[in-house]
């Protein structure tokens, strides 16, 4: 497929536990960016990656969050101690640069449920 | 700071009717403006963008949106509804005079179009 693949697309996990989340770019894309996505609301910004960097982490927010893109291609998103408030759609997307106002392409999202 | 809003939770029109959703924003510098589609379960769709140049852009699945810098608008719009097109709505933002990358949603428009 040529789109943005997430995985997986559920997670259900208890409070506390920790959870990785997989976001797979389209190819040839060098910025990767993820967004939370409460029920009812537009997606909310976390962080973006232009190649294996994080370049602008500022919307995470606490340092239970962290994500890495080791070899600019995969990004896995990772939540420690998690809370029932961390529930959410968290969307994966991508585009050609950063630097260019490309259009973000996005995943279908995983769908983190805390219990 | 950038911002988005979207005035209407939802939209009803009739199929075979004209359709506007609504978009405001807020930027210091210059705006970079996107709409996208959500259907249920999956992750945003691009429509179409507006950089500079002609106000009127026409995007994907017969859409078009005008961009209206002294009412700071970018309405979406469509001549003629269908049913199919009955999704969530996003308009979203980026500053080109911010520094950083990420886009900023509303809270998004459900349309409804009626048979």
């Known amino acids: 497929g040529a789109g943005v693949s997430q995985t997986p697309s559920n997670k259900v996990t208890e409070k506390g536990k920790y959870v990785e989340l997989r976001c797979d770019p389209i190819?040839?894309?060098?910025?990767l960016y993820w967004y939370r996505q409460s029920l009812g609301q537009g997606p909310e910004f976390l962080i973006y990656?232009?190649?294996?960097?994080?370049?602008?982490d500022s919307g995470l927010p606490n340092d239970r969050f962290f994500a890495v893109r080791p070899e600019g291609s995969v990004s896995t998103l990772k939540i420690q101690r998690t809370e029932r408030g961390d529930s959410a759609v968290y969307l994966c997307?991508?585009?050609?640069?950063?630097?260019?106002?490309?259009?973000?392409?996005f995943g279908d999202g995983t769908r983190l449920s805390i219990l | 700071a950038q911002s988005v809003a979207q005035p209407e939770d939802q939209v009803n029109v009739a199929e075979g009717n004209p359709l506007t959703v609504k978009c405001t924003y807020s930027?210091?510098?210059?705006?970079?403006l996107f709409w996208y589609v959500q259907y249920p379960n999956r992750g945003l769709q691009f429509l179409l963008k507006?950089?500079?140049?002609?106000?009127l852009v026409k995007g994907s699945y017969g859409f078009e949106a005008e961009f209206n810098k002294s009412q700071t608008s970018f309405h979406l719009k469509k001549p003629s509804a269908l049913v199919s097109d009955s999704a969530l709505y996003f308009c979203?933002?980026?500053?080109?005079?911010?520094?950083?990358?990420?886009?900023?949603f509303g809270k998004g428009t459900k349309l409804s179009v009626i048979p």
């Open positions: 930027v210091s510098g210059n705006p970079y």
């Open positions: 990656f232009q190649g294996t960097g994080a370049a602008d």
């Open positions: 997307a991508s585009s050609l640069t950063a630097t260019d106002p490309q259009p973000q392409h």
């Open positions: 979203a933002v980026r500053d080109d005079g911010a520094g950083s990358y990420q886009l900023t």
């Open positions: 507006y950089i500079t140049g002609d106000n």
């Open positions: 190819s040839g894309h060098t910025a």
